[in-house]
């Protein structure tokens, strides 16, 4: 018997739904996409990151901030249509106040630094809009640094470092998925505190340069932070079965990752593994994990607080 969404709580660290609420004319409370408020609202609690994402490759040359201003204003305008089923929220306690109100919490991130054009001044008024996760890189290289795409042996620049280290001022959490693993390790070095891979699976099970290694895991453990399930078929590798996507949360789990592992779902953003379709599909992972024997505070750590710990 499959348990009840009501009876899981859910904290996803990505989603690029807004984006293609921004491009699609989505509605955020109901579309034919993975995710949607509607489907978040049948969880015990629901809490889910919110990507503004754009790829460069496709828009003109000094367009991305005014992209970027575009999805926060989609953003907020469909939590001003939806306020009865989410809110927008920067802290632990915004989190807990939404999830006793029975809303989803919303919290928002930016997907590649160039959405802010590498620049200081950017990022400082992405910390006034409440953003709470960057990512250094997507895959196309930046004033930052390499990604693991496109010159993958290129780490932090200069500048890299110097906006890591205001990112951490302005208490934004780095994200490390799509960055190039030098660049990974230049930004662990700096020892800014948690680290978060939102949305990257084990390397040793799938080979993708967008898992992380072991070493990396450890390293993003030893910080504090979470390393989010990605659901995407190409980084769950195998049969993209959901026996496969098991073996990878059981493979951060052998490395002492209770208080690390946790969900990445890239939602809207990829081919979903597991033959499924969305967000609703979800309690399979928890059954399966419950019928291998984990008790429900891991799941519990795995499906919410480890995400909640991080950034509350």
């Not at 499959?2 to 996803?12: E, L, S």
């Not at 209770?258 to 979800?282: I, M, N, P, R, Y």
Request: charged letters at 25%; proline letters at 3%; hydrophobic letters at 40%.
């Amino acid at each position: 018997m499959t348990t009840p969404a009501g009876a899981i709580p859910y904290f996803d660290g990505h989603s690029d739904t807004i984006s293609e609420c921004a491009h699609q004319g989505w509605s955020l409370r109901e579309n034919e996409g993975h995710l949607d408020l509607a489907r978040l609202s049948r969880f015990q609690k629901a809490a889910q990151v919110f990507a503004i994402f754009a790829n460069a490759a496709k828009f003109p040359e000094g367009t991305l901030w005014a992209e970027c201003q575009k999805q926060r204003e989609v953003f907020l305008a469909e939590l001003a249509k939806n306020a009865g089923l989410a809110v927008q929220c920067r802290t632990g306690a915004d989190m807990d106040a939404a999830a006793a109100d029975g809303r989803t919490a919303a919290l928002l991130s930016i997907e590649g630094a160039e959405l802010l054009d590498c620049d200081p001044e950017k990022l400082e008024t992405a910390a006034s809009w409440g953003v709470r996760l960057v990512n250094i890189t997507w895959n196309h290289v930046n004033a930052l640094s390499g990604t693991n795409k496109e010159q993958p042996d290129r780490g932090l620049t200069d500048k890299g470092r110097a906006f890591a280290r205001q990112a951490a001022r302005l208490g934004i959490l780095l994200d490390v998925s799509h960055l190039s693993d030098p660049g990974f390790w230049d930004l662990a070095e700096l020892g800014l505190g948690p680290l978060a891979a939102t949305h990257s699976n084990a390397r040793a099970l799938c080979g993708h340069p967008r898992n992380l290694t072991d070493d990396m895991f450890r390293a993003v453990r030893d910080s504090g932070g979470v390393a989010g399930l990605n659901m995407y078929e190409d980084f769950i590798g195998g049969t993209h079965s959901l026996d496969d996507a098991v073996r990878h949360v059981e493979h951060f789990l052998e490395m002492d990752g209770e208080k690390t592992v946790a969900l990445g779902g890239d939602w809207d953003g990829c081919e979903l593994a597991c033959g499924w379709t969305g967000v609703q599909d979800l309690p399979a992972l928890w059954d399966a994990l419950d019928g291998r024997g984990y008790g429900r505070p891991l799941l519990e750590d795995i499906f919410y607080n480890n995400w909640r710990r991080v950034l509350g």
